[in-house]
């Protein structure tokens, strides 16, 4: 069946770094790619999709590109800052929505 | 524009009893969403509502059951709580029939705890 598998966290880095997680999928139909981000005491919210290959979804600097030949869709952001500390969820969407077991991010000052 | 809700905020319970949780979606949005998440693990697809009909259902057994409302709001059932029941259940509202390019927004969730 479907499934999404991102990187392990946490993740931890300093304020201004580069940042990538990783996402790949496997999916027998052609779905739609999500992340989304938890901020701590908060639900889920939508960052960014990608609805076909090679599609680029970006929001608030984060960017990802759906690349259907490597089944991937990785996050990545030029400059984090400490308020991107959250849990980051990729996901994929075809007759129902897949997540990731998420991705603790910590960014320190 | 309001968002998705959800209630209660938190609740506990004792294994074997039974549970209603509540949500009312975002405005104008027809299609409501249900999952169950584990402390520390991505969110589980339970099943979803499109015009109060179910149209989808993940890998969870009979006692996790759900209505839709014509106002489209919903609830979420479970009958004979155990104790892997605890967890945060997330509700998502769209705009759609369920085709994989709708966008799901999330309320805040519940937060179930089965002593």
């Known amino acids: 069946g479907d499934s999404v598998t991102q990187m392990e966290g946490p993740v931890t880095l300093s304020e201004e770094a580069f940042l990538t997680i990783n996402c790949t999928y496997t999916a027998t139909g052609y779905p739609s790619l999500f992340w989304y981000v938890q901020y701590p005491g908060e639900g889920l919210q939508l960052l960014l999709k990608a609805t076909k290959a090679d599609d680029k979804g970006s929001n608030k600097g984060f960017e990802a590109t759906y690349r259907k030949e490597t089944t991937s869709f990785h996050l990545e952001k030029g400059s984090v800052q400490v308020s991107d500390s959250a849990v980051y969820f990729c996901?994929?969407?075809?007759?129902?929505?897949?997540f990731g077991k998420g991705t603790r991010l910590h960014i320190l000052p | 524009e309001t968002g998705v809700t959800q209630s209660p905020t938190h609740l506990i319970k004792t294994r074997g009893q039974q549970v209603t949780l509540r949500c009312s979606s975002q405005s104008g949005h027809n299609t409501v969403s249900w999952y169950q998440q584990a402390l520390g693990q991505g969110p589980q697809f339970i099943f979803q509502?499109?015009?109060?009909?179910?149209?989808g259902r993940g890998n969870f057994p009979p006692r996790f059951s759900g209505l839709q409302f014509p106002n489209y709001s919903s609830e979420l059932n479970v009958n004979a709580l155990e104790l892997d029941d605890s967890a945060l259940y997330l509700c998502?509202?769209?705009?759609?029939?369920?085709?994989?390019?709708?966008?799901?927004?999330f309320g805040p969730g519940t937060r179930l705890t089965v002593l």
């Open positions: 509502y499109y015009r109060e009909e179910e149209n």
């Open positions: 996901a994929l969407r075809d007759d129902k929505i897949i």
């Open positions: 998502a509202s769209s705009l759609g029939s369920g085709v994989s390019t709708d966008t799901q927004y």
